[in-house]
């Protein structure tokens, strides 16, 4: 399939894709009518509900329910930083048109604090009224102040001599002190003193230095027992105001925009990205949360100094931030209290005989190879495919982009010994992958000072494609190998996200996987690509052409069905193509992990598709578009989700998998993923989501592939991950 060329979107381009016309539906139907669309950010609310679900679950091993809480809460935060800043953004400028699901900016935000609020206190019930209590009976006590014996109230007294105080410093606010800057998600305490000689009070910020300490501390007598390191401030505050008499204290924590964007006309991508890191650090407050019962004469203060309305204060009964609960979860033991452990297996074709290693070019000439990650191991496979790449004397040239990856990643180095080697390697780090922009400049900087070649993309672009291209020398000329894939090279979430990989020979598609490098890195724009699809190059236009030749064989008779898996589904011209499709009476099945902005199940518009949620101990992660007609299905991976941001401003790329017995494990995943009732919700045309009853037997498609791929291993030999 020949994709037609495009111009690098503007953003004026990019506001008005929506606005584009299409052929008026049947019926005269409206497909642009605002009821059959879920706003973006309350769909996101529910996938974070939906987690919060998972950490109710007593069926849940304790330790891991506590883990959810943690991500629940990390989770609001970086929706916070991220999609409520660009609202209030929305709301400042003066923009009051509704949006796609008909609610304005200021309509929008107050949803998100009503259901913010809501998950909030159930939380609040679950951290404090069950986790915490569980806990206990398990031997790890999380208590307060005065719930400790005066021999352990004057140990922690001499260790916050020791060790606390030193590292505080108490922030004075009053005639010429102004009000501190106050760095996002750091948990502070707002301080009332009094000063005994003048009888005149002051308000003073100390931050609880989490950077720098752990968040609970652990008392001396029970190396399982914690206090919160704000409580151990707290009880120690006249050490910081000697002479003053502290007259009270409350807790609070505020969140800012983290988002930036990098101008089109940046000559040097990576100072204006460092640029626009000192920048974030002050961006605008847009929450704030205390505890209760905070003095409201420091509460106003607070939201004054802030510049914040009252909608954007969240008070908080219990713990601030759970996301500290990480501490606890990282706990050493405890393995009765966590699910069982998974070592991820060899997968079979890259399976040796005893020690001996699979050489996986060669395994790969023989045919297309496809792992799944977790379940396949991401050390035989991946990485063992790029370091046999750098050993390889006929090896010309590595070429990796690189999006996120870890401290501990063998492959970023593995560039740098095949540049020592002789071959060319080229590194194309994105360094707008948010919050990991720091750990990209790092790395960028190490692999120039090797020599590696380093690319850092398009200012108004992000490189969000997953691949790896190997240039071997074989005959009179050189073959390609390419490793294609939905998630980040990544060792470290490998294990955690569910994540494909396509190795493939493939002249076409290595020959497309070169042009988009050459585009990345040269001054090129390809006329058209012979199998991949590349976003922003056309990538939408040729999923458009898919439903509409399902549609087109669905009424030609054959059998034409839809099922696709992803992240989020967003996009609105993609949404009103499988309205249309539906309508024409395909079914269509998605799994869809989080948001979800397609209302299914609305008569005479979706009647025909059904939308299920599945969440787990692994993240789901991986991207599947299947189309069915006839007796050929079209199966494609890859790393791009159905949003505009995806489909318009990044590199995408999304590969057909061609061999049929790959095809038939792809879909074999995707048909368990439709089916699974533990951890699975149905989406109702209300926009509710509704969590399955397990059946008997239950079916779980992660346990159902741990199983799979378990059986698979015990017949080719064990692991060697």
């Given amino acids: 399939m020949t994709i037609p060329d495009a111009d690098i979107p503007t953003q004026e381009s990019i506001n008005a894709i929506d606005l584009e016309p299409e052929a008026p539906p049947p019926e005269d139907l409206d497909l642009h009518d605002k009821s059959l669309y879920i706003g973006r950010e309350l769909s996101w609310l529910d996938f974070n509900d939906r987690v919060l679900q998972l950490a109710s679950d007593p069926e849940q091993p304790l330790l891991e329910r506590v883990k959810l809480a943690a991500i629940w809460s990390s989770n609001l935060d970086e929706f916070f930083q991220i999609r409520v800043a660009g609202v209030h953004d929305q709301i400042d400028a003066g923009l009051a048109d509704p949006g796609p699901d008909g609610l304005t900016p200021s309509q929008t935000i107050d949803a998100i604090r009503e259901g913010v609020l809501d998950q909030q206190q159930r939380l609040e019930q679950l951290v404090l009224g069950e986790l915490f209590g569980e806990l206990a009976e398990h031997g790890i006590r ?8 005066a021999a ?3 140990a922690l007294a001499q260790r916050f001599e020791r060790q606390i105080f030193p590292a505080l410093t108490p ?3 009053g005639p010429g002190r102004p009000f501190p800057y106050i760095s ?12 005994p000689v003048n009888d005149t009070r002051s308000f003073a910020r100390v931050k609880v230095p989490t950077e720098m300490l752990p968040r609970f501390v652990v008392l001396d007598a029970d190396e ?8 151990v401030i707290a009880e120690n505050l006249e050490s910081l105001f000697p002479g003053m008499e502290v007259m009270g204290h409350g807790i609070f924590r505020v969140t800012r925009d983290a988002d930036f964007e990098v101008s089109d006309e940046a000559d040097d991508l990576l100072q204006a990205v460092e640029a626009e890191l000192r920048r974030r650090r002050f961006g605008e407050a847009v929450r704030l949360e205390i505890g209760v019962g905070m003095d409201p004469g420091v509460r106003e203060q607070l939201v004054a100094a802030l510049d914040l309305e009252e909608r954007q204060v969240y008070e908080v009964d219990g713990l601030l931030d759970t996301g500290a609960l990480w501490q606890i979860y990282g706990l050493r033991g405890f393995g009765d209290l966590r699910d069982p452990v998974w070592t991820p297996v060899t997968q079979p074709r890259l399976h040796g005989k005893e020690s001996e290693h699979v050489n996986v070019l060669a395994e790969m000439r023989r045919g297309d190879i496809l792992v ?9 496979s991946v990485e063992r495919f790029v370091e046999q790449a750098v050993a390889d004397p006929d ?3 590595i070429k990796q982009t690189v999006y996120r990856t870890s401290d501990d990643s063998p492959l970023v180095p593995a560039l740098i010994r095949a540049t020592e080697r002789g071959k060319q390697a080229v590194c194309m780090v994105e360094l707008k992958a948010r919050f990991d922009e720091r750990a990209n400049i790092a790395w960028a900087r190490s692999l120039e000072q090797a020599g590696v070649h380093v690319v850092y993309g398009h200012p108004g672009l992000k490189t969000h494609a997953k691949c790896i291209l190997v240039v071997r020398r074989e005959g009179d000329g050189v073959r390609h190998y390419v490793h294609i894939g939905t998630g980040n090279y990544h060792p470290k979430t490998a294990r955690l996200y569910t994540d494909f990989g396509l190795f493939t020979c493939d002249e076409d598609i290595g020959a497309d996987v070169a042009d988009m490098f050459n585009f990345l890195t040269g001054i090129a724009r390809p006329l058209g690509y012979r199998k991949l699809l590349i976003a922003p190059n056309g990538m939408r236009e040729s999923l458009l052409e898919q439903i509409t030749e399902t549609v087109a064989a669905h009424e030609r008779g054959e059998h034409a069905r839809i099922a696709l898996k992803m992240n989020s589904l967003v996009d609105r011209r993609i949404i009103r193509a499988l309205y249309r499709a539906s309508r024409a009476g395909v079914r269509i099945d998605l799994n869809v992990r989080g948001i979800c902005c397609l209302r299914p199940g609305v008569e005479g518009v979706s009647e025909h598709i059904g939308v299920v949620s599945v969440l787990g101990r692994f993240l789901e992660h991986s991207r599947i578009y299947a189309f069915e007609r006839a007796e050929r299905t079209h199966v494609l991976i890859g790393s791009a989700d159905l949003m505009p941001r995806n489909l318009d401003t990044r590199v995408e790329l999304i590969t057909p998998v061609q061999d049929d017995g790959l095809r038939a494990d792809l879909l074999d995943t995707v048909e368990r993923s439709l089916a699974t009732d533990i951890g699975a919700w149905d989406l109702d045309a209300d926009g509710s989501w509704r969590k399955r009853s397990p059946g008997n037997p239950p079916r779980s498609v992660q346990r159902e592939l741990m199983a799979l791929h378990a059986t698979r291993a015990s017949e080719t030999g064990p692991t060697d991950d």
Avoid: N
């Fill in 224 to 231: 399982h027992a914690f206090v919160a390191l704000e409580e």
């Fill in 171 to 173: 922030l004075a606010v």
């Fill in 152 to 154: 352990e109230r004057q």
């Fill in 372 to 380: 799944h990650h977790p379940y396949d191991s991401f050390a035989t």
């Fill in 184 to 195: 996002s998600l750091s948990v502070s305490l707002a301080v009332q003193v009094r000063d």
């Fill in 395 to 397: 090896v010309l040239a």
């Fill in 142 to 149: 999380i208590v307060g102040m005065c719930d400790i014996s």
